[in-house]
C-alpha cells in the first residue's frame, strides 16, 4: 500500500500502465495536510529550470503546477499559438504526378518565416487582399531536357533542368505597402531546399527499423518507476519562423486570456 505523501506526490509507472495519476492533494482529502491553495504556496513552489536552449529548440523543467495547467499550455504551444502558413492554393496548371489536391497540402506545411505578430487574422468572410492579413507566394517551374548532358549520365539532376521542385522555386509576391516595410529576404520559407515534388516517377522511401526496447520483465519485482507529480519537461522546437522562448511566451499570453477570459464570465454570471 503505498504512503500518503507518495500518492500525494508521485505517480507510479508500473508495466501495463500508469498509476495514481489523479490529483488527490485537494483540501480536506488527507488528514494532517493543509493542501489550500494560496498564491504565496504558489509563487513559492513553482519553478521553471531552462535547461538548454538555442535559435531552434529550447527543453525546460515547470515545476509546482498542477498536471491539468501544464496540459492546457502544452496544448496552447501545439494548436494556438499562430504561426503563418499557406491555406489558400489556386492552381492554374499542373501536369506532375503529384495531385492537385497533395499539392496543395505539401505548400501549407511549408514553414514560413515571416513574424505573425505583425499580422492580423482576417475577419470572417473577407477575401480581399490586404497588407495586414495576407501573404502571396507564386510557384512556376517548368521541366525540361538538358541539352548540356553528357551522353552517359543517367542522374535525372543531370538529365533534366528543374527536375525537382524546391522551396527555392516559391517567390514571394509582395503587395504595394509590403514592399515598403520588408525586404525580400524578410518573407519567405524558412528552408530553401525542402522538396515539394520530383517530376520523375519511380521514387522508393526506406525507413530504418527502430531498435527494440528492452522487456519490462527483466526489472519487474527489482526497480521502482514513479515521478513527481508537479514537474513537467516540455521540449519546445520551433519551424524557424520565431525562436522557440518567444513561442513561449506567446503561449503563456494566450493562457493568460483565456484566464482573463474565464474570470469575467464568472463576473458575469454572478451579477446576473
Request: with cysteine.
Amino acid at each position: 500500500m503505498a504512503s500518503i505523501e507518495e500518492m500525494r506526490t508521485r505517480v507510479g509507472l508500473e508495466e501495463h500502465g500508469v498509476t495514481n495519476t489523479r490529483s488527490t492533494d485537494f483540501p480536506g482529502n488527507y488528514d494532517g495536510y493543509d493542501d489550500t491553495w494560496s498564491q504565496e504556496k504558489f509563487e513559492e513552489k513553482f519553478k521553471i529550470d531552462v535547461i538548454r536552449m538555442s535559435s531552434n529548440d529550447m527543453e525546460f523543467d515547470m515545476i509546482g503546477v498542477d498536471a491539468s495547467i501544464a496540459n492546457a499550455f502544452r496544448r496552447i504551444l501545439l494548436a494556438e499559438v499562430p504561426t503563418m502558413a499557406i491555406e489558400k492554393v489556386f492552381i492554374y496548371n499542373n501536369t506532375s504526378i503529384i495531385q492537385d489536391e497533395v499539392l496543395a497540402h505539401r505548400l501549407g506545411l511549408i514553414p514560413i518565416f515571416a513574424d505573425p505578430r505583425e499580422f492580423s487574422f482576417p475577419k470572417e468572410g473577407d477575401t480581399d487582399v490586404k497588407d495586414d492579413t495576407t501573404l502571396i507566394f507564386d510557384l512556376k517551374v517548368k521541366c525540361i531536357k538538358n541539352k548540356n548532358a553528357p551522353k552517359d549520365a543517367t542522374d535525372p539532376d543531370e538529365l533534366y533542368i528543374n527536375s525537382k521542385v524546391t522551396t527555392e522555386h516559391l517567390k514571394w509576391i509582395p503587395t504595394s505597402q509590403q514592399a515598403k516595410m520588408y525586404r525580400p529576404q524578410d518573407i519567405r520559407p524558412v528552408h530553401n531546399d525542402i522538396l515539394i515534388a520530383k517530376l520523375r516517377p519511380g521514387q522508393v522511401t526506406c525507413t530504418p527499423p527502430s531498435p527494440p526496447s528492452p522487456p519490462f520483465h527483466i526489472f519487474k519485482d527489482r526497480v521502482k518507476l514513479s515521478r513527481v507529480r508537479d514537474h513537467f519537461i516540455f521540449s519546445v522546437e520551433s519551424t524557424g519562423a520565431l525562436r522557440p522562448d518567444i513561442l513561449v511566451g506567446e503561449a503563456i499570453k494566450v493562457l493568460m486570456n483565456k484566464c482573463r477570459l474565464f474570470l469575467a464570465e464568472l463576473d458575469a454570471t454572478s451579477d446576473s
